[in-house]
C-alpha cells in the first residue's frame, strides 16, 4: 500500500481536507466505472474514501425501475407531486450518506449520480462548500458510440431496473432514458469550481483550479484510468549468474538466456496473433518496451 504523506491523528492525509467529488454526465457514459476505480484507488493509498451511488441507494430504498412512476426518469413536462416526494426523498437522502461519511472520518466521498443541470450543480457544491468541503466537479463525455454500447450492454441492463425484460427492448428503453437527459444536459463551464472533464474514459482530461496533493493524486489517476479489456502476463525473470543475489544485478546464465529468447518469441506470436484478430497490420504497430525487455529489433535483455 502506498502510504500517504503526513497523516493527522484522526487518519486524514494532513492539509488535505475533506474532499467532494461530483459526477457529471450523461446516462451510461463510464461515471460508475471512474467512480469506483477512484474509490479502490484512493483507500489503497490509505485515504478514508467512499462512493454514494444515487442510483444504487435509489433502488435499494424504492426497488427497479419498474416499481416507480412512468415519469420517474424523464425530464419534460410537469412532475406529479408523488415523483417529486420520491426524488427528493432518495436526493436527501444522498446526501445524508454523504454528511454520514464526513462526520464519522471519512476524507473523499464520490457522488455518483447525473448532476447534469447547471443549477443542480450550483445547489449541493454551496451547501458542502459553506460547511468546509472541498468540491470537484468530476465531468465524463462520451461521443463514442461503442463504449455508450458497451456500458449499456455490459453494465445498466443487467441492474434490477431491467430484470426480466428482453435485452433489446431493455437498450432501446435505456437510450430513451439518455436522449431524455440530453435534451436537458449542461456540461460543466462554470470555472468558480474546481473540476476535471474526462474524454471518452481516458481519451483526454481537462483540469482546472486543481491544488493540492491529494486533489493532484486523483488527477493522477484519472490520467491513466481506461474502461477496455485487456490481458495482463506476468514473467518471471531468466536465471542469472548469481542465482541468489537480488542486489547483484548479474548477468543471465545459459538457461536464462534461453528462457529469455523463448519468451520473446512467445510475446510477438501472441501479440501478432492479437493484432492479425483485430485486422491490425503488425508493421504499423512497431513494439518498444521501455527497458529493452523486447525492442522493435528483436533482441532481449532480461
Known amino acids: 500500500m502506498v502510504a500517504p504523506l503526513y497523516t493527522t491523528a484522526s487518519g486524514l492525509l494532513f492539509h488535505a481536507g475533506k474532499i467532494l467529488v461530483v459526477t457529471v454526465g450523461l446516462p451510461a457514459r463510464g461515471k460508475t466505472h471512474i467512480s469506483r476505480a477512484l474509490e479502490r484507488y484512493l483507500r489503497w493509498t490509505g485515504v478514508k474514501t467512499q462512493v454514494v451511488s444515487l442510483g ?14 412512468p415519469d420517474y ?20 437522502g ?34 458542502f ?8 466537479m468530476l465531468e465524463s463525455l462520451c461521443d463514442n458510440e461503442e463504449i455508450i454500447l458497451s456500458n449499456i450492454r455490459s ?21 430513451g432514458r439518455i436522449r431524455d437527459h440530453e435534451a436537458h444536459y449542461e456540461p460543466v463551464e462554470e470555472t468558480d ?20 496533493y491529494l486533489q493532484s493524486r486523483i488527477v493522477f489517476f484519472l490520467m491513466n484510468i481506461h474502461n477496455r479489456f485487456r490481458t ?23 538457461p536464462g538466456w534461453e528462457y529469455a529468447e523463448r519468451l520473446k518469441e512467445f510475446v510477438l506470436d501472441r501479440r501478432a496473433k492479437a493484432l492479425q484478430q ?25
Open 56 to 69: 444504487d441507494y435509489r433502488r435499494k430504498i424504492l426497488g427497479g425501475a419498474q416499481k416507480l412512476p
Open 73 to 92: 426518469f424523464t425530464l419534460v413536462g410537469e412532475k406529479s407531486p408523488e415523483t417529486v416526494a420520491l426524488r427528493k426523498r432518495i436526493s436527501d
Open 94 to 127: 444522498c446526501e445524508q450518506l454523504i454528511w454520514d461519511f464526513f462526520n464519522s472520518g471519512g476524507q473523499v466521498v464520490i457522488y455518483d449520480a447525473n448532476n447534469g443541470t447547471r443549477e443542480r450543480r450550483q445547489a449541493l457544491a454551496e451547501k
Open 129 to 136: 462548500d459553506k460547511e468546509g468541503i472541498h468540491v470537484i
Open 155 to 175: 453494465v445498466k441492463i443487467s441492474s434490477p431496473d431491467y430484470r426480466g425484460w428482453d435485452p433489446e427492448k431493455a437498450v432501446q428503453d435505456y437510450y
Open 193 to 212: 469550481w474546481p473540476y476535471i472533464r474526462i474524454v471518452n474514459v481516458g481519451e483526454k482530461i481537462m483540469v482546472n483550479r486543481i491544488h493540492g
Open 232 to 254: 495482463i502476463y506476468f514473467a518471471r525473470s531468466g536465471q542469472s549468474l548469481i542465482e541468489h543475489s537480488y542486489k547483484a544485478d548479474s548477468d543471465l546464465s545459459p
Open 278 to 302: 483485430r485486422g491490425v497490420d503488425i508493421e504499423d504497430r512497431r513494439l518498444v518496451h521501455g527497458d529493452d525487455l523486447i525492442t522493435q529489433h528483436g533482441h532481449s535483455s532480461i
